[in-house]
């Protein structure tokens, strides 16, 4: 699977086997979201969004399913704050 989506760095680490949970992208990073596609081939690529989580999610999963080779990423469209907020969203302290 080349699904990528972004994690805080303090959630549980999932089962090896254990479907990603689309809830964890409306976890407080934002309301709207982008799906971005790489084809991998000649910088070909294509950005869908703005999107609900759970619409992000699905078409990314649906993209994935169907195209396993290329990569498709799962993208907060706008995360409030300062950029020191937003830093410790995903550092330890």
């Known amino acids: 699977m080349a699904l990528i989506y972004p994690v ?12 990603p949970d689309f809830a964890e992208l409306a ?11 790489d084809l991998g081939e000649d910088g ?3 950005c869908f969004g703005p999107l609900t989580p759970r619409a992000a999610w699905d078409l990314a999963l649906g993209v ?5 080779d290329w990569t498709v ?3 907060p469209l706008h995360v409030p704050g300062t ?4 830093v410790a969203l995903f550092t330890e302290d």
């Not at 976890?27 to 596609?37: F, N």
């Open 27 to 37: 976890a407080d990073l934002s309301d709207h979201w982008l799906v971005e596609i």
């Open 83 to 86: 950029p020191d907020e937003l």
């Open 44 to 46: 070909d690529d294509a």
């Open 73 to 75: 990423s799962v993208l």
């Open 64 to 68: 994935d399913e169907r195209q396993p």
């Open 8 to 19: 805080r760095l303090d959630s549980p680490e999932p089962d090896d086997d254990a479907a």
